[in-house]
């Protein structure tokens, strides 16, 4: 086994195959429990929403679409690019093709949380803070702000997380002679970022979309 190979090889395991596969089954079971939190969640604004179709829709009329829109087109452009280096990888291109793409997966992530800071100080001025002084007159109003906060600041928290395991591979993840795929943290790694993104994609519509048909 090769040296820089050697280098990402971990106790217990005897090779890295084995770390790959019991890296890539803790990944899923993490990933589920993830899905199950955030289906909570989803449960939660659906019951609510429920509850209170009227006040719902009123409150994320408040929303801002144009953010909303941004950050989503963000978030499926860096998953693009995770892939582009997922793929680099598999073609054997050059590790500074594959640290661009991954680079640019960070940067794109950064973005979204740029772009979600503009729109939460928008938020807030406008008094969607679902406490005190808020600005909306239905009573329903007030649950949809908080599973608002909750969702996009629990998803916002799990994007920078993100960002720090792609920046790590990024710097850490391969050397001039090593290739992204021998390192089994780079598909824990993708595998993290596209459930962000896919958390996103779902929130989105539940968020920015109510009450703005026709």
Same mark, same amino acid.
């Given at each position: 086994? !090769? +040296?820089?190979?050697?280098?990402?090889?971990?106790?217990?395991?005897?090779?890295?195959?084995?770390?790959?596969?019991?890296?890539?089954?803790?990944?899923?079971?993490? &990933?589920? !429990?993830? &899905?199950?939190?955030?289906?909570?969640?989803?449960?939660?604004?659906?019951?609510?929403?429920?509850? %209170?179709? %009227? @006040?719902?829709?009123? +409150?994320?009329?408040?929303?801002?679409?144009?953010? #909303?829109?941004?950050?989503? @087109?963000?978030?499926? =452009?860096?998953?693009?690019?995770?892939?582009?280096?997922?793929?680099? !990888?598999?073609?054997?291109?050059?590790?500074?093709?594959?640290?661009?793409? &991954?680079?640019?997966?960070?940067?794109?992530?950064?973005?979204? &949380?740029?772009?979600?800071?503009?729109?939460?100080?928008?938020?807030?001025?406008?008094?969607?803070?679902? +406490?005190?002084?808020?600005?909306?007159?239905?009573?329903?109003?007030?649950?949809?702000?908080?599973?608002?906060?909750?969702?996009? #600041?629990?998803? +916002?928290?799990?994007?920078?997380?993100?960002?720090?395991?792609?920046?790590?591979? =990024?710097?850490?993840?391969?050397?001039? %002679?090593?290739?992204?795929?021998?390192?089994?943290?780079?598909?824990?790694?993708?595998?993290?970022? %596209?459930?962000?993104?896919?958390?996103?994609?779902?929130?989105?519509?539940?968020?920015?979309?109510? #009450?703005?048909?026709?």
């Amino acid at each position: 086994m !090769s +040296a820089p190979v050697q280098s990402l090889l971990r106790e217990p395991w005897p090779d890295l195959a084995s770390q790959r596969e019991a890296a890539t089954f803790g990944i899923w079971i993490f &990933l589920a !429990s993830e &899905l199950l939190f955030f289906g909570g969640l989803i449960l939660a604004y659906a019951v609510c929403r429920i509850g %209170h179709p %009227h @006040a719902f829709m009123a +409150a994320a009329r408040e929303t801002d679409i144009v953010y #909303g829109t941004a950050n989503t @087109a963000v978030l499926l =452009t860096s998953s693009f690019a995770m892939a582009l280096a997922a793929q680099a !990888s598999e073609r054997e291109a050059r590790p500074i093709v594959i640290r661009a793409c &991954l680079a640019a997966t960070a940067a794109l992530g950064c973005a979204f &949380l740029a772009i979600k800071g503009f729109e939460y100080a928008d938020d807030l001025r406008k008094g969607l803070w679902p +406490a005190g002084d808020f600005a909306l007159p239905e009573p329903g109003a007030r649950l949809f702000f908080a599973l608002y906060w909750v969702m996009t #600041g629990v998803h +916002a928290l799990h994007l920078t997380i993100g960002i720090g395991l792609v920046g790590r591979l =990024t710097i850490r993840g391969g050397g001039p %002679h090593l290739r992204l795929r021998d390192n089994p943290q780079a598909e824990v790694t993708a595998l993290y970022w %596209h459930l962000v993104d896919v958390i996103w994609i779902i929130l989105y519509p539940l968020i920015y979309l109510p #009450g703005r048909a026709g």
